[in-house]
């Protein structure tokens, strides 16, 4: 099994490579325009906002939820400072139950393709019936390339059905930025914005499991895919 995991987890890691073109610090850099600030700092933010959820269905204790996924998030029409169809970057999870407060803790980071960020969360979950599976969450991440550094804050509502193989769920969060452009520039900006997910879980396997889920934010779309370890 666990040789299973570190080929999916490999798989996803030469995904990144593949599709990560374009050092998303040098391209920040090499487009800059400071009129276009406010809808990169959406689309960075979005950019984390995304692996917020991936089910509704709290981490059991005392186990844990462990893996990596692939975000990728279309420039937005108004933002300028990038010259890629899409800002994507991969991110590291890992997630476990508390009992004695019955939250979860989760913890997720990055240092991939320029991009730099290390966060955390508390998710509250309510199951119905053993089937439906509610989760709200926030969480708090500090980003950053060569370029800017980021202070992003999310909240997000996620439900879930488990059926057999697949867990399909739906979710809807807001991301908010605070933004600073360092080195070629001292502006800052701090906005929001909505997103609306809905994805697919599938565990072919007991422990294994992988996911896909396409998002709408308010001035742009997203994908979100990866694949992870729960026991």
Known sequence: MKKLFVVLFSSLVLAVNASA????????????????????????????????????KATTFPGF????????????????????????????????????????????????????????????SYDFLEIAHLSVSGFYDRAKTDYYTLDHYSASAVVSASLPVVTPYVGVGYDYGDFAVRRIDTRSTSDGSMRYTAGVNFHPFPFIYVFGAYTKTSGSEGFNAGLGLNF
């Open 21 to 56: 073109s374009t050092n998303i610090s040098d391209d920040f850099r090499d487009h800059y325009d400071p009129t276009s600030l406010s809808a990169y700092n959406k689309d960075i933010s979005a950019l984390i906002g995304l692996s917020d959820f991936h089910t509704g």
């Open 65 to 124: 939820d462990i893996g990596g996924s692939f975000s990728a998030v279309k420039v937005g029409q108004n933002n300028h400072n990038s010259g890629e169809d899409y800002l994507m970057t991969g991110f590291l999870r890992a997630e476990t139950y508390i009992p004695v407060v019955g939250v979860t803790v989760a913890v997720r980071g990055t240092d991939f393709n320029g991009f730099e960020s290390i966060g955390g969360g508390l998710k509250y």
